[in-house]
């Protein structure tokens, strides 16, 4: 980033999924990992700042300034149209988000890659500026890395499985239906004021040479045949789904049928089915279009957060040993 100077990852704790112990990031010179290209950073007065190892899609390693890194991951992540307590309540997850994946083993070094398929978006500056947004979308960016500076969200004194997404349809989704882990903070709780927003509805068809293509299987009969019983988790996504004549379950079919989420409908019209879908992505934790449609309403980034992780509080890196 624009200034550099060398850091150290503190330490690499086990648990992709598990909460583990929190940690705090030093100033001394980072070991360089394998493919590692080391970034170092200072601040103007030459005092050292957090950095974080991003695993960058050209496959290198790379030690980032964490401040600075959060102003790519907003820039990707979400739209720099959205209110100000929107975009804070963006910066403090993806901060919480970014610092936990430090401590797991999902990528050298603990490191955070940039696909937001595993773990979250991230666009350069420079990059973004060539062609994707202007210099007011990165100062609104900014503004909100620099509003929350050091915040996180904790729970029982440790970083949170700070997870997002675009829309919930109204409703979010318990972790444990999705991941198979129970977390307390992310739980079912309504996410209003999206209807009228990207994401929050779609439809789609699909023929039966598509259906089978995509479930690798023929189809017997036709396709009012096909649909069978549907049980529901208590976010309103299908848990279960007789298909067919095979069980699936709702997050699987939402994969192999490319859906934007597990909410969705199957109605049999022509030579296939209509899926009529709410929502789009997992639904755990934060929507963002939810917290847009919060900070509309009048609601803080303090407020959006404790909305959709009920039980945790807010505190800064430091104060966390």
């Not at 601040?43 to 050292?48: I, L, R, S």
């Not at 595993?118 to 909100?144: F, P």
């Not at 789609?204 to 040479?209: K, Q």
């Not at 963002?288 to 900070?295: D, E, N, R």
Request: charged share 20%.
């Amino acid at each position: 980033m624009k200034e550099n100077i060398l850091q150290v990852v503190a330490a690499i704790l086990l648990g992709l999924m598990i909460p583990g112990a929190v940690i705090r990031l030093t100033a001394s010179a980072p070991e360089t990992a394998p493919n590692a290209t080391v970034s170092q950073s200072a601040t103007q007065d030459g005092e050292t700042q957090p950095g974080i190892w991003v695993l960058t899609a050209d496959g290198n390693t790379q030690w980032m300034v964490l401040e600075e890194y959060l102003i790519g991951v907003i820039l990707a992540e979400m739209p720099t149209t959205y209110a100000h307590d929107a975009l804070c309540a963006q910066a403090v997850v993806a901060r919480t988000y970014a610092l936990k994946r430090q401590q797991g083993s999902r990528h050298p070094m603990g490191a955070v890659c940039t696909d937001a398929s595993c773990c979250q978006a991230y666009i350069d500056i420079a990059q973004y500026l060539n062609g994707h947004g202007y210099e007011e979308d990165v100062a609104n960016a900014r503004r909100a890395a620099e509003k929350t500076a050091g915040m996180v969200v904790t729970y029982e004194g440790e970083l949170i499985e700070a997870t997002y997404y675009h829309c919930s349809g109204g409703l979010t989704e318990d972790s444990v239906v999705v991941w198979g882990v129970d977390y307390p903070y992310l739980q079912v709780v309504e996410s209003p004021g999206e209807e009228e927003m990207d994401g929050y509805a779609e439809s789609v068809w699909y023929s039966t040479a598509d259906l089978e293509a995509m479930l690798d299987r023929t189809l017997p009969g036709t396709p009012d045949s096909w649909l069978g019983w549907t049980t529901y988790t208590v976010g309103g996504g299908v848990e279960h789904m007789l298909f067919a004549g095979i069980q699936y379950t709702g997050v699987e079919l939402r994969k192999l049928l490319e859906l934007n989420s597990t909410v969705f409908t199957m109605t049999a019209e022509g030579d296939g089915l209509r899926i009529d879908t709410l929502g789009k992505g997992h639904r755990v934790g934060m929507s963002q279009t939810g917290a847009q449609a919060m900070a509309l309403a009048g609601n803080t980034w303090q407020q959006i957060l404790a909305h959709y992780y009920p039980g945790t509080r807010i505190d800064k890196m430091e104060d966390l040993g």
